[in-house]
């Protein structure tokens, strides 16, 4: 997947996305992802007003838009904290997940739980390096769970990777080339963007406040 940037300027804007694009939004917002800040960015693809834009969920909880909608791009939601990510996507699943850094796991358990045998095996001494390097791979695990639409109701460590290479996934996420994987990192935060198109261009859309702006890469 390759990364570019081209900054939307003003709220109106029609956005369409190109063959093979993915959209990463900021949304700005008090309440970053809350379903108003994401209506307000979907209305843009859909050329209807925010308050028109109508959601449902899957059967395992993905949200979607409502067929009412029209042709309804796809799109993936993660907050921390103030900081509210949306990815969007035409014709490929896309899965966006971030988490603050600096934050030591209350209980290692789970990090046993969420990373196979050889993932804990590379994890660095430190334990603060370690809850780094432990948060980076759960956000590439969370994004890819969420492409496809299966979150947490999938165990995490059913998932092997060796930095965004896919090393094993479960059966129910097909094989290990159907997806592909990109980290961004943020102020303080790690985030990483899951698709099913390789070849995907991902660009970051609207206004990244340089407090909140990504680089590409761990
Ligand atoms: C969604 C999930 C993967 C992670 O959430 P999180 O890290 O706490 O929070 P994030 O902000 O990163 O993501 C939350 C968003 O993920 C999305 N989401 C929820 N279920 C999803 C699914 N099955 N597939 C894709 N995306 C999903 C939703 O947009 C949700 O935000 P919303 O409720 O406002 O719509 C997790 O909570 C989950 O799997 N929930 C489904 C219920 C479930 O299986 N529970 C088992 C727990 S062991």
């Known amino acids: ?94 899965g966006v ?7 030591i796991p209350a209980r290692w358990a789970v990090v046993r739980e969420a990373l196979t045998e050889r993932e804990r095996s590379v994890l660095p001494t430190d334990e603060s ?12 695990k969370e994004a890819l769970l969420k492409a496809a639409g299966v979150g947490l109701s999938v165990e995490p460590r059913l998932v092997e990777l060796r930095g965004i290479e896919i090393v094993a996934v479960p059966s129910e996420l097909g094989t290990t080339e159907s997806w592909a994987l990109v980290d961004l990192t943020l102020p303080r935060h790690v985030a990483a963007v899951a698709t099913e198109n390789p070849r995907a261009v991902l660009r970051l859309h609207g206004e990244w406040p340089t407090s909140v702006r990504p680089r590409v890469g761990a």
């Open 1 to 94: 997947m390759s990364v570019t940037t081209t900054f939307l300027s003003g709220p109106s804007i029609r956005a369409r996305l190109g063959a093979g694009e993915i959209h990463l939004w900021h949304l700005q917002s008090s309440r970053p992802g809350s379903r108003g800040a994401v209506a307000a960015v979907l209305a843009r693809y859909l050329g209807i007003a925010a308050a028109d834009v109508r959601f449902t969920r899957d059967a395992r909880g993905k949200p979607e838009l409502d067929v009412r909608c029209g042709a309804a791009p796809r799109f993936s939601i993660s907050r921390a904290g103030q900081v509210g990510l949306l990815a969007v996507a035409e014709e490929t699943q896309v």
């Open 97 to 103: 997940d971030i988490e603050p850094l600096g934050r």
């Open 129 to 140: 390096s370690a809850a780094d390097a432990f948060l980076r791979s759960w956000v590439r």
